[in-house]
C-alpha cells in the first residue's frame, strides 16, 4: 500500500480506538496509539491474510503481547474487513461484549490468533507458532508486538533465547519503545532502556528504527526476511499516546478516558479524513 | 439507602503506613503497579522504604525473600493472577519451605476486577496459597478488616498472603470490630442455616440473611476471613447448630475457602453444603457487579442455596 | 507397542508410538528430556522433539503457540516446574485459551521426588490444576495406566494434566487393564465398613491395607481414583453412597488433592464421614519407601485409622 | 589457619565423589566444576564467616542458585568445621542434615534452600539490599550454573541489582557449557555472555575457574568496584579433575560405582595442579 495511504489508515484506527475506549469508559489509549503505526502496516501492506477466511491456514500470525494495547488491534482488524458488517459501536469491556478488556481467542473477535493480557509471553508464544511453522513446512511468517516494560518478564529473555537456539528466522517482533510503563519511565524501573543492545547480545537480528515511519517499518521487514538463520528484532522508537497533542509523552494517558473536552480536541486532531 | 463503600487496599495502603511510622524494617515491594495495590501511598510518604521491582513478579518474590533474610519486614504486591500464578514456585520453594517472613498481597482478586477481563481477574489464588505449608492466608471482607489483617501480619512470623479486590466495597467492619487471625467473626446469629462467607461475599450473605428473615428462615452469617489456618471450632459449631451449611466466596468452587469447610466438615461432622462460587470456568469483561450477577455471587443466589441446602437435611 | 517400565518410560513409550500411528505430536522439553525417559522418542523423531532450556514459563508458551496451529503439544517435566514455575501460563494461555496442550508432570509427591528433597518432590499440583477450568486431570497409578492415559490424552480435545511419581513405583495393573472412563476401579471389594479411595502411586500400599483389615475381620472397598474433578463423578458417588467412612490416601497435600475433592463430593451430595491420609507438611531426602511410611502410607498406618476411626 | 588451598580442592573433590558414592545417587558433574570457586570463597580470605557461630550477625551471605551440587557446599562446610566431616556420609539419606537439595533448616551454615533453579540471585540481591538499607558492609555471593541462566528470572534479577547499584552483589557463573540434556550450545545458546552481563549494567570479570588464586584475586577486585554489582564468569570444565567425568553431560546426576569411584579417586589424588 501506498505511504499516503497506510498514513490515513494509522489515522483512522487510532481514532476509532480512541473512540471505542470514549464510548467504553475505560482502556489504555495511550499504549495502543504508540504501535498504531506498527499494526496498521502489518495488517494492511506486510501481512499475507485473508480477512474473509480468518482460519485460513498459511495466513500470518500476529500477536499482540502487549495485550492492553488492543483497541488499535480490534479497529485494525475492523478496519481490515474482519468483522462483517463492520463493528459501528464496540461495547469495548462490557458485559457480553466480544471486545474483552484484554484480547481472547474464544470471544468471538475475529482475526485474534493468541490470547494475551498477562505480559511477557508473545516472543515464547510466537517461537511455538514460528517452531510449528516449520516442522509442519509451511512459509508463513509470525509477527509479534511487545511493549518495552514487558522486557522486564523473564520468560521474555526465556523465550528470546530459544527463538535463537532454534533459529527460528520466521519470527519478527517488533518492540514498541516508548519509554513508559503503567507507574513511571522505563529508565526510571530499571536503569537503562538499551532493548537494541540486548537482543544482539542474545544473538538475535536487531535493527532500530523510528516505529512511526510506515516506510521504515516497511523496509525493515523486508530486510528481516532478507536474513536468514535468526530470528528478527525491530526495536521501534515511539511516542506514548502518538497522535493527541494531550496524550503525547504523557504518561497519565497509559490508561483513562477522554473528557468530553478532550473528545472534541481527538475529532480535531484525528477525525475526518 | 445508600451504603458507604471503600475499596479493601486502600485498608492495604493505610497499614502500611502505619507499620513503616513504627518499624523503619518494613519495606514495601511492587511490580510495577503500585498505584493500584497503594503500595504507592509508601512510595509518597517513605520512599525509602519502597522498590519497584518492575514488571517482574517471580524476581519481586526472590528479592523479598532476600531482604527477609538479610533482617528487613518485607510486604509485597501486586495483582492476585500474577503473584500467585507467576512467581508460586518462588513462593512456595523459596519462602514457603524456608518459612521466611515475607508478607504477600495479591491485589485486583475475583472477578469484580471488572472489565479489564479474565487475564487479570484472579480466581484460583486461595486454592494455590492454600496448599502451601507455612502459609497463612486471609481473605477479608472489607477496607477496615483487610488494615487489621496486614497489621496483624506484621505481628506474627512467617508467609502470609492476603487477597483483595479492585472495586469499592461496602464497609461492614469499623475500627472496633475485633479481629484475631485464626479466628472467624460471627456476625449474625441464626440456626436454621450457616453461611459462612469470606471477602466482599460477606457483605452479600448479610443481605441475604435478612431476606431469609422475612421469610422466617433463621441464618447464622460467619465472616471466614482466615482460610488457613480454618478456625474448625466455629465451622463445626456452626454447623451443629444449623445442621446445614452454605459456604460464599469470589473464588473457583475447587481448592477455596469452600473446599476448605468441606475438608473440615467431611472429617468432622459430615453435614450437606452448598457452595456459591465461580462454576469452574473463567470470567469475562464487565461492569463489577453486572459479572457478580452474572456468576451468580450475590444475594440472591445465597438465598436460593440457603433454601436448597435446609431441604437436603 | 513400545516396552516400557514405570510411568516415565510408560510416558515416553506412548508418545512414541502416537508419532509412530501418525499422530501430530511433539515433545516439548525444558531441559527434561533425559528425565522424561524420551531421549528414544528425541531421536526417533528430532523435529518432534522440541528443545525449550531451563525455561518453563518459555516450553508452556511455546506449546500454546504450536497448538493453535493443530500441532498436539506434549510439555513433559517435573510437575512443580510446570505448575509453579508456569502455573500462569499454564492458566491464561492454555486453560483460559482452551489450547490442546497436555502436561506431563513427574517426581509427584514424596515418594516420586524422593532421594532429591522438597524441591524436587511436589504436593500441591492437584490443589492448583484443579482450580484451572477446561482442564482434565489424570493420576495413573502405575506404568500401565500412565501409558493408555497418555493414549486417550492425546485423543482429547483441550488440556490435560498427567501426574507421576518417580517410575518405580510398583506395578498394580494388567498392561491390557483400560484406564477408566469413570474415573474409579474398585481393586478390592470385601465390604462396606469403609471406602478406601487411593490416588496415584500408594494404591499397593492401600491394597495392602484392605487384605490386612480383612484379616482383622474389617470389610472395605479399595478403589483406584485415576480421574480428579471429572465431569461425571457419578460412579464414584455411587461407591461412597455404600458406607458411613471414606478414607481417602494420596502422596499430595492434605489441601486441594484427592482428600478435598471426595469431601466436596460427599457435603454436595451425601454427607458422609471423609478421613483423609496426605502430607501435612513438607516431606524430606530419603527413599521412597522410608518416605511413605513415615508420612502414613503404610498399609499398617491406613489399617489402624481405619480401625481406630470405626471405634474397632 | 593457612590453609593449602589447593590441597583443600583435592580434599574437597574427594569427598564429593565418596559421599555420592556412599549416597547411591547425586550430581558430580557440576559439584566438581565448581570446587576451586567455592573453595576460594570460604579459605582464600574472601568470605566472613565463623564457623562456630553459623549465625553470626555480620557474616558475609553466600547463596548457592544451583543447588543440584549441594556436596561441594557440604564439602566445604564440612571442613571449613561447620558441622562434623562424618555426617558428609549421610548425603540424601532420611532423617540426615544434609538433603538431596539444600535445605536452611537442616544444615548449619546454609542460608537459604535451593533446587529450584533460577531463583538464588534475586535471593541474593534482597539480602544485599537490605544490608545498604541497614547501612552494613557486608557482602553476597551468588553460584549460578550456566544452565540456569536459561530461566526467565535470572534475566530479572539481572536487570535489578544494577539499578539499585548493588556493589555488594557478588555473581559467578559457573561456565561448564554443559547441562542435564547436553550441551549448552545444543541446548540454547549462550554466546556472547559477557557481553550479556555487561549490557544488563554488571561489571564483567572472565576468570579460570580451575586457577583457585586468580578466583581469589578475582574475589577481591569484584569487592573493590563500586556503584555496581560484579559478575565472574569463570571458566571452568563439567567433571573437572576425573577423566572420564570431564564434559560428558552423563555425569551431570549419575552415581559412580565402587571401581569408577577408586579410578576416581586415585586421579583426584594423584592431581598436582
Known sequence: METAALQKVARRVRFEAVRMIYEGKEGHPGPALS???????????????????????????????????????????????????KVEHFHLRELGSIFQGHPSMHSGVPGIDMTTGSLGNGIAIGAGMAY??????KDYYTYVICGDGEMQEGVTWEGVNMAKGRGLDNLVVFVDNNGFQSYKTIEFTIGQNNMADRFRAFGWHTQEINGHDVEQIKAAVTIAKATSGSPHAIICRTVKGKGLSYMENNNKWHKGVPTEEQWEITKRELGGE | MSVKKIPMRDGYGKALLELIAANPKVIALDADVAKSTRSGWVKDKFPDNFIDMGIAEQDLAGTAA????G??????????????????????????????????????????????????????????????????????????????????????????YVRFGREAVPVVTDETTP??????????????????ACGAMVYESLEAAKVLADENISAEVIDLHTVKPIDVDA????????????????????????????????????APQEFIAIQDTFGESGQPQELMDAYGLNQSSIVAAAKKVIARK | MAKFKGVREAFAAALTDLAVEGKDVYGVFPDSLSAMRAIAFGEKFPERYVECGIAEQCAVDVAAGMATTGAIPFVGSYAGFLTMRAGEQMRTFVGY?????????????????????????????????????????????DGNQMYHAVKIAADIVGPVYLRGGSGKEPTVFPEDAPFSPDGITVCKDYGTDAVILSCGHVLDRVIAAADLLKAQGINVTAADINILYGDNPAKILEVMAKTNLVVTVEDHNINGGLGSYISRLATENRPVRVKRIALEDYSESGAAKDLGDKEGFSPENICAVVAKTLGK | MEVNLKEMCRTVREDILTMIHAAGSGHPGGSLSSVEIMVALYFGDVMKVDAKNPDWNDRDRFILSKGHVAPVLYSVLARKGFFPVEELGTLRKFGSILQGHPHKAHTPGLECSAGSLGQGLSVANGI??????????????????????????????????????????????????????????????????????????????????????????AFKLAALTKDRPSVLIAHTVKGKGVSFMEGDCNWHGNCPNAEQLAQALAEVRGATS
Open chain 1, 132 to 137: 510449528a511453522a516449520k516442522a509442519h513446512h
Open chain 2, 179 to 196: 479481629f484475631e487471625l485464626g479466628k472467624a467473626r460471627l456476625c449474625r446469629e441464626g440456626s436454621d442455616v450457616a453461611i459462612i
Open chain 4, 128 to 217: 544485599a539490599l537490605a544490608f545498604k538499607k541497614l547501612g552494613t558492609g557486608q557482602r553476597v555471593y551468588c553460584l549460578m550454573g550456566d544452565g540456569e541462566l536459561q530461566e526467565g528470572q535470572i534475566w530479572e534479577a539481572a536487570m535489578f541489582a544494577p539499578q539499585q547499584k548493588l556493589d555488594n552483589v557478588c555473581a559467578i557463573v559457573d561456565y561448564n557449557h554443559v547441562q542435564l540434556d547436553g550441551t549448552v550450545e545444543e541446548i540454547k545458546s549462550l554466546d556472547n555472555l559477557p557481553a550479556r552481563w555487561n549490557d544488563f549494567g554488571w561489571n564483567v570479570i572472565e576468570v579460570d575457574g580451575h586457577d583457585v588464586n586468580a578466583l581469589v584475586h
Open chain 2, 71 to 160: 533482617g528487613m519486614l518485607p510486604f509485597t504486591s501486586t495483582y492476585a493472577v500474577f503473584m500467585a500464578g507467576r512467581a508460586w514456585d518462588e513462593i512456595r520453594t523459596t519462602i514457603c519451605y524456608n518459612n521466611l517472613n515475607v508478607k504477600i498481597a495479591g491485589a485486583h482478586a475475583g472477578i469484580s476486577v471488572g472489565p479489564d477481563g479474565a487475564t487479570h481477574q484472579a480466581l484460583e489464588d486461595v486454592a494455590i496459597m492454600r496448599v502451601l505449608p507455612n502459609m497463612t492466608v486471609v481473605c477479608p471482607c472489607d477496607a477496615e478488616e483487610t488494615r487489621k489483617a496486614t497489621l496483624a501480619f506484621a505481628k506474627i512470623d512467617g508467609p502470609c
Open chain 1, 35 to 85: 504501535c498504531a503505526d506498527i499494526v496498521a502496516t502489518l495488517y494492511f501492506d506486510v501481512m499475507n491474510i485473508r480477512p474473509d477466511q480468518p482460519d485460513w491456514e498459511d495466513r500470518d500470525r500476529f500477536i499482540l503481547s502487549k495485550g492492553h494495547g488492543c483497541p488499535i488491534w480490534y479497529a485494525t482488524l475492523n478496519e481490515r474487513g474482519y468483522n462483517n458488517p
Open chain 2, 66 to 69: 532476600g531482604l527477609a533474610l
Open chain 2, 235 to 270: 465451622v463445626v459449631a456452626a454447623a451443629k447448630k444449623c445442621g446445614c451449611v452454605v459456604t460464599a466466596e469470589e473464588h473457583q468452587i475447587f481448592g477455596g475457602m469452600g473446599s476448605a469447610v468441606a475438608e473440615c466438615l467431611a472429617k468432622n461432622f459430615p
Open chain 3, 97 to 141: 485459551t482452551e489450547l490442546n496442550v497436555k502436561f506431563a508432570g513427574f517426581n509427584a509427591g514424596c515418594m516420586g521426588g524422593e532421594r532429591e528433597g522438597v524441591t524436587h518432590q511436589f504436593y500441591e499440583d492437584i490443589a492448583f490444576v484443579s482450580s484451572l477450568p477446561n482442564f482434565k486431570i489424570f493420576t495413573p497409578a
